[in-house]
T-cell receptor, first 108, second 114 residues
């Protein structure tokens, strides 16, 4: 069964600090991996899309990495801001299997 | 360019009632999707469409029907609502298949079935 597991489930950090969110998947076949940001009460918004051949991709302060051999991805947020408070969702594969998300709270 | 819009934003139904959720996109996207999001769970695909006049079942299609009579609209119907269908429903679209293309989401519809 295709599965996407994210950790941690929730995370609290201080403004200005860095953090890393994890995503492990067992989706097959693999076509791409996405990270979405979902603000409370809003729909998800795409941050990055990575294909099999890419192992890192950046979007401003967000950097995603992909290890297709170990089927792991991470999302690194640098110099966090209060507006980074949201859920971050990992989505894998052609049929878009969604992880449960990591809820990040950035405190001043 | 409004992107993906959903109507209504909120709705409360009684068990057994029916309703239709409307999704509209103005980006000329071929693919459209309906998801539900429950607390602590990832988004789950209900139904999707790869073009006007076509629909297909997703992961959790039971209790829902869909129609794509016009390319820009994707309707989700609940014929006889049940409390288990209390959820937040998201519509999305992409052009064409989402393998390497952006998927755009609407703002969601919060449905409560009592």
């Amino acid at each position: 069964k295709n599965q996407v597991e994210q950790s941690p489930q929730s995370l609290i950090i201080l403004e200005g600090k860095n953090c890393t969110l994890q995503c492990n998947y067992t989706v097959s076949p693999f076509s791409n991996l996405r990270w979405y940001k979902q603000d409370t009460g809003r729909g998800p918004v795409s941050l990055t899309i990575m294909t099999f051949s890419e192992n890192t991709k950046s979007n401003g302060r967000y950097t995603a990495t992909l290890d297709a051999d170990t089927k792991q991805s991470s999302l690194h947020i640098t110099a966090s801001q209060l507006s980074d408070s949201a859920s971050y969702i990992c989505v894998v594969g052609h049929m878009l299997t969604f992880g449960g998300g990591t809820r990040l709270m950035v405190k001043p | 360019n409004a992107g993906v819009t959903q109507t209504p934003k909120f709705r409360v139904l009684k068990t057994g009632q029916s309703m239709t959720l409307l999704c509209a996109q103005d980006m000329n996207h071929e693919y459209m999707y309906w998801y539900r999001q429950d607390p602590g769970m990832g988004l789950r695909l209900i139904h999707y469409s790869v073009g006007e006049g076509t629909t297909a079942k997703g992961e959790v299609p039971d209790g829902y029907n869909v129609s794509r009579l016009k390319k820009q609209n994707f309707l989700l119907g609940l014929e006889s609502a049940a409390p288990s269908q209390t959820s937040v429903y998201f519509c999305a679209s992409s052009y064409p298949e989402p393998t390497n293309y952006e998927q755009y989401f609407g703002p969601g519809t919060r449905l409560t079935v009592t």
